[in-house]
């Protein structure tokens, strides 16, 4: 509807519809402003099935931190069932899906421990952080031990997913545990002794992005005030190499919005 507020979910040109008794999910291989063009631009197309309305006092640009990474965070939350009263632990807490995990689990009822760098740690407490362990300690099962009794889930996304963090990250997880993670930045081939696996019963969850289900939480949850809008920062569109360069510093906390009708 003309002058409505709009939000698109992602845009597919290529992708493999899966449906269950539960949810309908599109599987896409195209995303708006990576494989497919239209990420910096003043006008865009999608189709109307991606399109959602919204209802928030939030400003767009405000609005326009959460779709990626917080559909993301949500999918992998659903994913591994988190549910209120569970442990999860969140690695990569001071990145845009670790950070929108950290709030995500929060306002299910989950205690967060979130694992990030030390100038990070007083960002993750207010976002509901329960407590938080430096990424670089050299004992990262130690630490989780000492700030959990049990650990229900872990989160593994953005700065130490994968890599040599996996080892110590099954370790901490309790008996019938699990585990999901959606990317392998600090490496997609990792080592782990599988009879932790199979002897506590541990699950290992696969997850990315998100179905239009998923979306539909992330928004009520929006509407509802639940969330806190990370914007750390506005950009006009002719001032995008500015934008680009301070995203590639990493000195700052949340999203950067860049503004395509300035």
């Not at 306002?107 to 407490?125: C, F, I, L, N, T």
């Not at 509407?223 to 950009?235: I, M």
């Not at 360069?245 to 503004?259: I, P, Q």
Request: glycine share 10%; charged share 20%.
């Amino acid at each position: 509807m003309p002058g409505s507020r709009r939000t698109a979910w992602a845009s597919a040109s290529s992708s493999t519809r899966c449906s269950t008794a539960a949810t309908s999910a599109l599987v896409t291989t195209d995303y708006l402003g990576s494989e497919r063009d239209g990420g910096f631009a003043e006008l865009v197309t999608v189709p109307a099935g991606n399109v959602h309305p919204v209802d928030s006092a939030l400003s767009d640009a405000e609005l326009a931190t959460f779709p990626t990474a917080y559909t993301t965070a949500m999918r992998m939350l659903n994913r591994a069932g988190v549910a209120a009263g569970e442990t999860v632990v969140v690695t990569g807490a001071s990145g845009g899906v670790g950070s929108a995990l950290i709030q995500l689990a929060t306002v299910r009822g989950a205690r967060v421990v979130a694992v990030a760098g030390a100038a990070k740690h007083e960002q993750a407490r207010r976002l509901g952080a329960a407590a938080v362990i430096d990424r670089d300690t050299p004992d990262l099962a130690g630490e989780i031990a000492a700030a959990a009794d049990e650990v229900d889930v872990v989160a593994d996304v953005a700065d130490v997913v994968a890599g040599p963090a996996f080892s110590p990250l099954i370790g901490a997880l309790r008996p019938l545990g699990r585990y999901v993670v959606a990317g392998a930045i600090a490496g997609p081939l990792v080592q782990a002794d599988l009879r932790t696996v199979y002897l506590r019963q541990l699950q290992l969850i696969g997850s990315s992005f998100g179905t239009h289900d998923d979306f539909a939480q992330l928004l009520a949850h929006i509407s509802n005030g639940e969330l806190e809008p990370l914007l750390a920062g506005t950009y006009p569109l002719r001032e995008l190499r500015a934008a680009q360069e301070r995203f590639t510093s990493k000195s700052f906390f949340g999203k950067l919005a860049v503004l395509p009708g300035e």
